[in-house]
Protein backbone atom coordinates (compact mmCIF):
# COMPACT_ATOMS: atom_id res chain seq x y z
CA UNK A 1 0.00 0.00 0.00
CA UNK A 2 1.28 3.26 -1.24
CA UNK A 3 -0.10 6.68 -0.13
CA UNK A 4 0.29 9.79 -1.92
CA UNK A 5 0.61 12.86 0.50
CA UNK A 6 -1.23 16.34 -1.86
CA UNK A 7 -0.72 19.77 0.44
CA UNK A 8 -2.21 22.58 -1.08
CA UNK A 9 -0.60 24.94 0.70
CA UNK A 10 2.10 26.28 -2.01
CA UNK A 11 4.68 28.23 0.50
CA UNK A 12 7.62 26.58 1.91
CA UNK A 13 6.88 27.31 5.41
CA UNK A 14 3.07 25.82 5.33
CA UNK A 15 1.53 24.72 8.67
CA UNK A 16 -0.04 21.83 6.49
CA UNK A 17 2.92 20.76 4.93
CA UNK A 18 4.37 20.29 8.48
CA UNK A 19 1.30 18.63 9.42
CA UNK A 20 1.99 16.18 5.97
CA UNK A 21 5.27 15.50 7.47
CA UNK A 22 4.32 14.66 10.71
CA UNK A 23 1.66 11.63 8.91
CA UNK A 24 4.23 10.59 6.76
CA UNK A 25 6.50 9.51 10.04
CA UNK A 26 3.09 8.33 11.79
CA UNK A 27 1.58 6.32 8.53
CA UNK A 28 2.76 2.25 9.10
CA UNK A 29 2.76 1.85 4.96
CA UNK A 30 5.08 3.99 2.44
CA UNK A 31 4.01 7.12 1.44
CA UNK A 32 5.02 10.51 -0.38
CA UNK A 33 4.83 14.42 -0.55
CA UNK A 34 3.68 14.85 -4.21
CA UNK A 35 5.18 18.05 -5.74
CA UNK A 36 2.78 20.46 -6.83
CA UNK A 37 4.19 23.40 -6.42
CA UNK A 38 5.05 24.25 -10.27
CA UNK A 39 2.02 22.64 -11.92
CA UNK A 40 0.82 25.27 -13.69
CA UNK A 41 -3.49 25.53 -13.81
CA UNK A 42 -5.32 23.37 -15.81
CA UNK A 43 -6.31 24.58 -19.14
CA UNK A 44 -7.39 22.41 -22.17
CA UNK A 45 -4.83 24.23 -24.40
CA UNK A 46 -2.20 22.78 -23.12
CA UNK A 47 -3.52 18.98 -22.73
CA UNK A 48 -3.67 16.26 -25.46
CA UNK A 49 -0.94 15.73 -28.00
CA UNK A 50 1.45 18.18 -26.77
CA UNK A 51 0.88 17.53 -23.22
CA UNK A 52 2.35 20.17 -21.07
CA UNK A 53 5.61 18.31 -19.07
CA UNK A 54 3.91 19.18 -15.86
CA UNK A 55 0.85 17.95 -16.26
CA UNK A 56 2.44 14.31 -17.31
CA UNK A 57 5.05 13.99 -14.57
CA UNK A 58 1.90 14.99 -12.42
CA UNK A 59 -0.49 12.48 -13.69
CA UNK A 60 2.57 9.57 -13.27
CA UNK A 61 3.43 10.12 -9.99
CA UNK A 62 -0.36 10.23 -8.95
CA UNK A 63 -0.62 6.49 -10.66
CA UNK A 64 2.00 5.25 -8.30
CA UNK A 65 -0.45 5.87 -5.02
CA UNK A 66 -3.08 3.88 -4.11
CA UNK A 67 -4.68 6.14 -1.90
CA UNK A 68 -4.21 10.07 -1.22
CA UNK A 69 -4.27 12.04 1.83
CA UNK A 70 -5.12 15.45 1.07
CA UNK A 71 -4.26 18.60 3.42
CA UNK A 72 -5.91 21.79 3.18
CA UNK A 73 -5.62 25.33 4.46
CA UNK A 74 -8.71 27.43 3.88
CA UNK A 75 -9.06 30.30 1.83
CA UNK A 76 -12.33 32.18 1.59
CA UNK A 77 -14.22 29.57 3.03
CA UNK A 78 -12.94 27.03 0.49
CA UNK A 79 -10.00 24.72 -0.28
CA UNK A 80 -6.62 25.51 -1.78
CA UNK A 81 -6.51 25.94 -5.33
CA UNK A 82 -3.56 24.22 -6.06
CA UNK A 83 -5.79 20.85 -5.14
CA UNK A 84 -8.26 21.95 -7.27
CA UNK A 85 -6.07 22.13 -9.86
CA UNK A 86 -4.40 18.48 -8.73
CA UNK A 87 -7.73 16.73 -9.21
CA UNK A 88 -8.85 18.59 -12.34
CA UNK A 89 -5.54 17.43 -14.06
CA UNK A 90 -6.23 14.08 -12.46
CA UNK A 91 -9.74 13.27 -14.06
CA UNK A 92 -8.83 13.91 -17.58
CA UNK A 93 -6.06 11.57 -17.87
CA UNK A 94 -5.37 10.27 -21.11
CA UNK A 95 -6.48 6.61 -19.65
CA UNK A 96 -9.72 8.27 -17.98
CA UNK A 97 -10.11 9.59 -14.51
CA UNK A 98 -7.13 7.99 -12.39
CA UNK A 99 -9.17 9.10 -9.04
CA UNK A 100 -12.24 6.39 -9.65
CA UNK A 101 -12.56 4.46 -6.44
CA UNK A 102 -9.63 5.46 -5.20
CA UNK A 103 -9.54 6.26 -0.98
CA UNK A 104 -8.96 9.05 0.03
CA UNK A 105 -9.26 11.40 3.52
CA UNK A 106 -9.02 15.73 4.23
CA UNK A 107 -6.68 16.98 6.67
CA UNK A 108 -7.15 20.66 7.23
CA UNK A 109 -5.07 23.30 8.99
CA UNK A 110 -5.29 27.00 9.93
CA UNK A 111 -4.24 29.23 12.42
CA UNK A 112 -8.07 30.42 13.11
CA UNK A 113 -10.40 28.69 15.28
CA UNK A 114 -12.08 26.80 13.15
CA UNK A 115 -9.26 24.55 11.67
CA UNK A 116 -10.23 24.94 8.20
CA UNK A 117 -13.51 23.17 8.28
CA UNK A 118 -15.22 25.23 5.82
CA UNK A 119 -12.30 24.45 3.01
CA UNK A 120 -12.34 20.68 4.47
CA UNK A 121 -16.29 19.88 3.59
CA UNK A 122 -15.74 22.11 0.04
CA UNK A 123 -13.18 19.55 -0.66
CA UNK A 124 -15.05 16.50 -0.07
CA UNK A 125 -17.61 18.03 -1.98
CA UNK A 126 -15.66 17.59 -4.89
CA UNK A 127 -15.07 13.69 -3.96
CA UNK A 128 -18.14 13.21 -5.12
CA UNK A 129 -17.54 13.80 -8.91
CA UNK A 130 -14.60 12.16 -9.31
CA UNK A 131 -15.16 9.36 -7.64
CA UNK A 132 -13.31 9.29 -4.61
CA UNK A 133 -13.67 7.39 -2.06
CA UNK A 134 -13.59 9.73 1.47
CA UNK A 135 -12.83 8.84 5.49
CA UNK A 136 -15.81 10.40 7.23
CA UNK A 137 -14.64 9.14 10.61
CA UNK A 138 -12.70 10.69 12.10
CA UNK A 139 -12.94 14.46 11.07
CA UNK A 140 -9.32 15.78 10.74
CA UNK A 141 -9.79 19.52 11.87
CA UNK A 142 -7.05 21.46 13.28
CA UNK A 143 -7.36 25.07 14.67
CA UNK A 144 -4.30 27.28 15.66
CA UNK A 145 -1.91 24.96 14.83
CA UNK A 146 0.89 27.52 14.93
CA UNK A 147 0.13 26.40 18.89
CA UNK A 148 0.27 22.46 17.79
CA UNK A 149 3.79 22.87 17.48
CA UNK A 150 6.75 23.39 20.05
CA UNK A 151 9.72 26.21 20.07
CA UNK A 152 11.74 23.87 18.33
CA UNK A 153 9.36 23.00 15.59
CA UNK A 154 7.67 19.49 17.10
CA UNK A 155 4.37 19.12 17.05
CA UNK A 156 2.68 18.50 20.69
CA UNK A 157 2.36 14.75 22.03
CA UNK A 158 -1.61 15.33 21.74
CA UNK A 159 -2.01 16.12 18.32
CA UNK A 160 0.63 13.36 17.39
CA UNK A 161 -1.77 11.40 19.29
CA UNK A 162 -4.97 12.37 17.53
CA UNK A 163 -3.03 12.11 13.91
CA UNK A 164 -1.64 8.61 15.40
CA UNK A 165 -5.15 7.61 15.19
CA UNK A 166 -6.74 9.30 11.94
CA UNK A 167 -3.77 7.31 10.16
CA UNK A 168 -4.41 4.87 11.52
CA UNK A 169 -8.18 4.64 10.90
CA UNK A 170 -7.36 5.79 7.09
CA UNK A 171 -5.28 2.35 6.81
CA UNK A 172 -8.07 0.68 7.85
CA UNK A 173 -10.27 2.28 4.94
CA UNK A 174 -8.05 2.04 2.56
CA UNK A 175 -7.69 -1.85 2.93
CA UNK A 176 -11.40 -1.93 3.28
CA UNK A 177 -11.75 -0.05 -0.05
CA UNK A 178 -8.38 -0.81 -2.46
C1 LIG B 1 -6.20 34.17 0.33
C2 LIG B 1 -6.33 33.66 1.75
C3 LIG B 1 -7.58 33.43 2.26
C4 LIG B 1 -7.73 32.92 3.56
N1 LIG B 1 -8.98 32.61 4.01
C5 LIG B 1 -9.11 31.98 5.19
C6 LIG B 1 -10.38 31.47 5.60
O1 LIG B 1 -11.37 31.56 4.89
N2 LIG B 1 -10.45 30.82 6.79
C7 LIG B 1 -9.34 30.65 7.60
O2 LIG B 1 -9.46 30.06 8.68
N3 LIG B 1 -8.13 31.13 7.24
C8 LIG B 1 -7.99 31.77 6.05
N4 LIG B 1 -6.76 32.18 5.64
C9 LIG B 1 -5.61 31.95 6.53
C10 LIG B 1 -4.94 30.62 6.22
O3 LIG B 1 -5.79 29.53 6.40
C11 LIG B 1 -3.74 30.46 7.11
O4 LIG B 1 -2.85 31.47 6.76
C12 LIG B 1 -3.09 29.12 7.04
O5 LIG B 1 -2.02 29.06 7.94
C13 LIG B 1 -2.57 28.82 5.66
O6 LIG B 1 -2.10 27.50 5.63
P1 LIG B 1 -0.57 27.17 5.48
O7 LIG B 1 0.13 27.60 6.76
O8 LIG B 1 -0.52 25.69 5.30
O9 LIG B 1 -0.06 27.93 4.30
C14 LIG B 1 -6.58 32.71 4.37
C15 LIG B 1 -5.30 32.97 3.83
C16 LIG B 1 -5.19 33.43 2.55
C17 LIG B 1 -3.80 33.64 1.98
Same mark, same amino acid.
Given at each position: ? +??????????? $?????????????????????? $???????? #?? $?? $????? &???????? /? /???????? %??F? !???????? !? =?? @? &????????? !??? #??? =???????????????? =???? &????????????? %??????E???? @????L?? /????????? +? +??? &? +? =????????? @????
Amino acid at each position: M +KIGLIVGSLRK $DSWNKKVAEVVKELLPVESDII $DIVNVPLY #NT $DL $DGENV &NEEYKRLR /E /ELKKYDAY %IFFT !PEYNRSYA !P =AI @K &NVIDIGSRD !PEG #NLW =AKKPAAVFSASMGGYG =AMAG &NHALRQSFVYVDL %IPMQQPEIYLS @KVQELFD /ENGQMVERT +K +KFL &N +K =ATDAFVEHV @KKHA
